[in-house]
T-cell receptor
Framework: DAKTTQPTSMDCAEGRAANLPCNHS???????VYWYRQIHSQGPQYIIH???NNETNEMASLIITEDRKSSTLILPHATLRDTAVYYC??????????FGPGTRLSVLP | DAGVIQSPRHEVTEMGQEVTLRCKPI?????LFWYRQTMMRGLELLIY????????DSGMPEDRFSAKMPNASFSTLKIQPSEPRDSAVYFC???????????FGPGTRLLVL
């Protein structure tokens, strides 16, 4: 599995876009990039995943660079309820997730 | 769908006692995962099952930990005897056969005194 690197913490103003980066320079061609988040005292929550193309769903957008060495999770209009730890991980089919320490996002009023 | 269901949500016990954590995966999912989360070690995979069969238990800390999945809708994680260092939040997750996305339960917060 690809080793991922994320900033330890980030702040974002409420209503602004939150852009969370992730480096995965060792990712292989068949590894998906997955994003989860964990709000305090809750279980990790699936956000989005992608392989090569950018992806968007009702929660977020995922931008993957052309060389796939990094990606950015975008929360377009962050709210206080988006305060959480965000995990980026790479996984191949049939393998399991390895979660790092993630990025602690604080959305400020 | 009710999502992954775990019970109990909180457990406080004394060292040496047996602890049993329970998980009901999402209906139709054929893989089930047990994780442990602590401040020191983060989120760690303990064991996972595929079609009720344990596939990889390399993350199970020691023989005091055991997990079973008697059918597709129920799994247990047992600690006997429990120790204070077992205090953690234990999560169960399930996955369908058509992708890698795992869906997590709310967790069981275990405190061993």
């Amino acid at each position: 599995d690809a080793k991922t690197t994320q900033p330890t913490s980030m702040d974002c103003a409420e209503g602004r876009a939150a852009n969370l980066p992730c480096n995965h320079s060792t990712i292989s061609g068949n590894e998906y990039v997955y994003w989860y988040r964990q709000i305090h005292s809750q279980g990790p929550q699936y956000i989005i995943h992608g392989l090569k193309n950018n992806e968007t769903n009702e929660m977020a957008s995922l931008i993957i660079t052309e060389d796939r060495k990094s990606s950015t999770l975008i929360l377009p209009h962050a709210t206080l309820r988006d305060t959480a730890v965000y995990y980026c991980t790479g996984v191949r089919y049939g393998q399991n997730f390895v979660f790092g320490p993630g990025t602690r996002l604080s959305v400020l009023p | 769908d009710a999502g992954v269901i775990q019970s109990p949500r909180h457990e406080v016990t004394e060292m040496g006692q047996e602890v049993t954590l329970r998980c009901k995966p999402i209906s139709g999912h054929n893989s089930l995962f047990w994780y442990r989360q602590t401040m020191m070690r983060g989120l760690e995979l303990l064991i996972y099952f595929n079609n009720n069969v344990p596939i990889d238990d390399s993350g199970m800390p020691e023989d005091r930990f055991s997990a079973k999945m008697p059918n597709a809708s129920f799994s247990t994680l047992k600690i006997q005897p429990s120790e204070p260092r077992d205090s953690a939040v234990y999560f169960c997750a399930s996955r369908s056969g058509s992708g890698e996305t795992q869906y997590f339960g709310p967790g069981t917060r275990l405190l061993v005194l």
